[in-house]
């Protein structure tokens, strides 16, 4: 199965995503990290990232990256109320590790 993570962070491959930063939809530090073994809910993610409101928040349009990831642990369907509407949207306490750089949507 292939797995997809939204971030307007730049990772090169071989990196590590890991817990304890603030999800997309929180400002708080999360202990999961997030991604989507679909391209409609990656696509979600990188309008939400790239997106007005997000830009009006931050006060400018981030450069949105499109990674392959793979999981290092295990993982769990992400029960949060956005995502219960996409399908294919998981959460895990270990890392995601970059497999490939595959799109970047400039800001």
């Known amino acids: 199965m292939t797995f997809y ?10 990196d590590l995503i890991e817990p304890g930063h603030p999800a997309n ?5 999360s202990g999961y990290v997030f991604f989507t073994d679909n391209l409609e809910a990656a696509g979600f993610w990188e309008e939400f990232l790239g997106g007005e409101s997000r830009a009006e928040k931050i006060g400018y349009f981030p ?8 999981p290092s642990g295990i993982y769990y369907p992400d029960d949060h109320p956005v995502n219960r509407e996409l399908s294919g949207v998981w959460m895990s306490q270990q890392t995601l590790r970059v497999i490939s750089l595959l799109e970047t949507f400039p800001g």
């Open 5 to 14: 993570h939204a971030s307007d962070k730049p990772f090169i491959p071989g």
């Open 63 to 70: 450069t949105v990256y499109r990674y392959e990831v793979k």
């Open 25 to 29: 939809f929180a400002d708080e530090p």
